[in-house]
């Protein structure tokens, strides 16, 4: 399946890591890694780094599926807010999962800088502005449930929002703990630093057609009759990890996004802010630290691939005029323009661990808008399980939680 159409300036911005390597032979390894997009690429880093072998199988190229088209805001803030959240899962649960979150986006700082390797990460502010009234008594009530549980967050009103970021709406909550990086230049940098210096296998244009599990390993059988012998698999491999799972237990959601010519600095918001609304399907917002501006939205159920590509001409329009009336003296001119598919869980979460039951295929699906900052938490989870470090947010993120509300 396509995950994304259109021309994702990440494609366009950086070189294509030009990497062909099928699988010829039957191998063995501890930990077999599906998918090497920005998920996969976290998880193998951790993995490597704490000296467990491992190796990565993509039927693409390397980090050419959903990555490629994500617009890659690190936010600590979760698509369902904190005030609705622990009404679902409880109010320790939430705020626990929150404030992995916002650990997250260190942490990912810190996987860059301990390679000696930046790709575009940038500490940026947080604008969640309210849509109308309804979104402006959410913001409040999220105000007080992210003090009460002394989470970076600050209240502005109307005219305070207006004179800093230049956003005429009722107020907006206000965070400087989020960043946005380049996902596509992150993934493909710890793929190759491990490919040079840990001796990473990577295995291209490789698809796994079945997979069958023994008492002390997993044999995974490729399109071409190879079989790959490992004591763990890794599935990274997004919504199309759908082919694994006993059951669904996503919601698939077509999204756009378009990105500007470059403009003068002097139209850039106070801190080139990440910015999103109250309003669902939100529109959110970003730079590229280059004067150019990402709009993403128009989010919609996803049905198939031909369907989701023929409305981009349309959704472009909407965005362009909804920049447009946010910042009505930006000289917003589109220059790309792509759309793609994302998976959504109805608490807003990630699914981390193993099936129930299950004990040698571990999931990485960071589903929802904040997949890079769930694919951290993924990849020390499983990483802490395979050394037999405890870790409290197995309970939260696992598949076992659905069963329990």
């Known amino acids: 399946m396509d995950l994304y159409s259109g021309l994702p300036y990440w494609i366009a911005k950086n070189p294509l890591y030009n990497y062909f390597n099928p699988l010829?032979?039957?191998?063995?390894?501890?930990?077999?890694?599906?998918?090497?997009?920005?998920?996969?690429?976290?998880?193998?880093?951790?993995?490597?780094?704490?000296?467990?072998?491992?190796?990565?199988?993509?039927?693409?190229?390397?980090?050419?599926?959903?990555?490629?088209?994500?617009?890659?805001?690190?936010?600590?803030?979760?698509?369902?807010?904190?005030?609705?959240?622990?009404?679902?899962?409880?109010?320790?649960?939430?705020?626990?999962?929150?404030?992995?979150?916002?650990?997250?986006?260190?942490?990912?700082?810190?996987?860059?800088k301990n390679i000696d390797f930046n790709p575009d990460f940038e500490r940026v502010p947080s604008?969640?502005?309210?849509?109308?009234?309804?979104?402006?008594?959410?913001?409040?009530?999220?105000?007080?449930?992210?003090?009460?549980?002394?989470?970076?967050?600050?209240?502005?009103?109307?005219?305070?929002l207006q004179e800093k970021y230049g956003i005429k709406a009722s107020g907006c909550l206000e965070n400087d703990a989020s960043a946005q990086i380049d996902a596509y230049k992150a993934a493909t940098h710890l793929i190759d630093f491990h490919m040079r210096n840990n001796n990473l296998e990577v295995f291209t244009h490789t698809e796994?057609?079945?997979?069958?599990?023994?008492?002390?390993?997993?044999?995974?059988?490729?399109?071409?009759?190879?079989?790959?012998?490992?004591?763990?698999?890794?599935?990274?491999?997004?919504?199309?990890?759908?082919?694994?799972?006993?059951?669904?237990?996503?919601?698939?959601?077509?999204?756009?996004?378009i990105i500007s010519e470059p403009i003068d600095e002097k139209y850039i918001w106070y801190g080139k802010s990440l910015i999103w609304e109250t309003k669902e399907p939100y529109l959110y917002i970003r730079t590229d630290g280059r004067n150019r501006i990402i709009v993403g939205g128009e989010d919609e159920g996803f049905k198939d691939p031909a369907k989701r590509d023929l409305l981009l001409k349309k959704k472009v329009s909407i965005l362009e005029i909804k920049i447009k009336k946010l910042f009505p003296t930006i000289p917003f001119k589109t220059d790309m323009a792509w759309c793609g598919t994302f998976s959504s869980t109805k608490d807003g979460l990630p699914y981390i661990g193993n099936w129930p039951g299950g004990r040698r295929m571990f999931y990485a699906l960071g589903y929802g808008g904040n997949g890079i900052t769930f694919s951290m938490i993924a990849a020390q989870i499983i990483k802490n399980k395979l050394t037999g470090i405890k870790d409290e947010r197995e309970k939260i993120f696992a598949f076992s939680r659905t069963e329990e509300e």
């Open 127 to 160: 604008v969640y502005y309210a849509s109308n009234k309804k979104g402006q008594k959410l913001i409040e009530k999220e105000y007080e449930i992210r003090c009460k549980h002394k989470l970076p967050v600050s209240i502005l009103n109307k005219e305070q």
């Open 24 to 112: 010829k032979t039957d191998i063995s390894t501890d930990v077999a890694i599906i998918g090497t997009g920005v998920t996969g690429a976290l998880v193998m880093h951790e993995l490597c780094t704490a000296g467990i072998k491992c190796v990565m199988v993509d039927k693409r190229s390397i980090t050419t599926g959903s990555s490629i088209a994500s617009t890659a805001l690190l936010q600590y803030e979760i698509d369902t807010p904190l005030c609705e959240m622990m009404k679902i899962i409880g109010e320790d649960s939430a705020v626990k999962a929150y404030q992995s979150c916002l650990q997250s986006i260190t942490d990912i700082e810190n996987v860059f």
């Open 208 to 257: 796994i057609l079945g997979w069958d599990e023994h008492q002390k390993e997993y044999q995974l059988i490729t399109t071409a009759g190879k079989k790959i012998r490992c004591k763990y698999a890794v599935i990274a491999a997004g919504f199309e990890a759908g082919r694994f799972l006993p059951q669904q237990v996503m919601n698939l959601t077509s999204t756009y996004a």
